[in-house]
């Protein structure tokens, strides 16, 4: 696979020194092949990370020195889109960049099956397990050795993936099939399946490693598993105002509160999984919000919105707009520092 170079936008010199790097917002631009640095706390737009074609899941490694991001040789299709008439996919380009924070460089690129999507990262950061869309599979890649990767059959068009806290039980969301598909982490053997309807999407482990939150766009609600055994603890009805609301993006607040994108409804969801109900709508957050993150301090909110390029950084307390950042093509997922 061709290594793309860095575009910089702003050289850091902190980048260099042994302290650590204010807070930052990373966001995958999906059409704009590169990955977005934003300051958190200005909102200013720092650079662009080169990393390959399609950039779409991300994530930080545990000591914050790597960002991974999956990169696609596969043709951007969607609603509207007649895909008969895509180009055929280019499979060279597909892989997980393993991108050197502080230089901004792509120091590999890891295989990771077909048209690799969204991508979970075991707590050890050994691990990580990827969907295959096209052929209906999840990966296990190993980071760190030549080891080959494992893969797995699980259901029609995977995307959401989320493994346990002591690494044993893996849960990926088969958005055509219509469950959320069990395996053993370490072997990939099956272990069951569990069946919602409406398309589930996105899964996020909770903070204390409980429960694991199924986003499920085509009904919208929100649905919480165990995370011992997949059993449904409830299922949430996001569409008490909005019947546009179509649950993405995920991210658990330090109170445990969930805060969850709404894609064309154009907001963002606060729901109290205790009460099993919603307890605020941000409304007008951006064009399609999609990925969602805290900072590190829990004190602001970034949300990438696709159709207008830009990122959006919210006050979490008071809900209010900070910054409306033009961060590149296509901002799909965010990760912060």
């Known amino acids: 696979m061709q290594r793309l170079s860095l575009v910089p936008i702003l050289l850091l010199g902190a980048c260099q020194s042994a302290h650590p790097l204010p807070p930052r917002f990373y966001v995958s631009l999906e059409r704009g092949n590169a990955v977005a640095e934003i300051d958190a706390a ?67 690129v890891l295989q990771a099956g077909t ?24 990966s296990a890649i190993p980071v760190g050795t030549t080891n080959a990767a494992r893969r797995a059959k699980v259901g029609d068009e995977p995307e959401g993936v ?23 982490a370490r072997t990939l053997a099956p272990r069951g399946t569990v069946p919602l309807k409406g398309r589930p999407r996105t899964l996020l482990r909770s903070r204390d490693g409980n429960t694991i939150f ?47 994108t709404t894609g064309r409804a154009g907001s963002i969801l606060e729901v109290d999984p205790a009460r ?22 829990g004190g602001l909110i970034a949300t990438a919105n696709g159709p207008s390029n830009d990122v959006t950084i919210l006050d979490a307390r008071s809900g209010k707009i900070r910054a409306k950042v033009k961060a590149g093509a296509s901002p799909w997922g965010v990760v912060a520092s």
Request: aromatic share 4%; glycine share 10%.
């Open 162 to 184: 989320a493994v346990s806290a002591d690494g044993t039980r893996l849960f990926v969301a088969c958005e055509a099939s219509d469950y959320v598909a069990m395996l053993d």
């Open 276 to 297: 099993r109900r919603v307890v605020r709508e941000i409304a007008n957050v951006g064009a399609r919000p999609w990925g969602i993150a805290f900072d590190r301090s």
């Open 214 to 260: 199924v986003a499920i766009e085509g009904a919208g609600k929100l649905a919480m598993l165990s995370a011992v055994d997949g059993k449904i603890i409830a299922v949430i009805n996001l569409r008490t105002k909005d019947p546009d609301v179509r649950p993405m993006g995920m991210a658990e607040s330090a109170n445990g509160h969930l805060l969850v």
């Open 42 to 108: 200005s909102g200013k737009l720092l650079r662009q990370i080169s990393v390959g074609m399609r950039p779409r899941g991300i994530r930080l490694a545990p000591d914050g020195k790597t960002l991974f991001v999956t990169v696609s040789g596969s043709p951007i299709g969607g609603p509207g889109v007649d895909e008969t008439k895509l180009p055929p996919p280019d499979h060279t380009a597909d892989g997980i960049a393993v991108v050197d924070v502080a230089s901004g460089k792509v120091d590999r």
């Open 115 to 138: 048209d690799p999507e969204a991508f979970a990262l075991s707590d050890d950061g050994h691990t990580i397990f990827v969907s295959n869309e096209d052929s209906g599979t999840v």
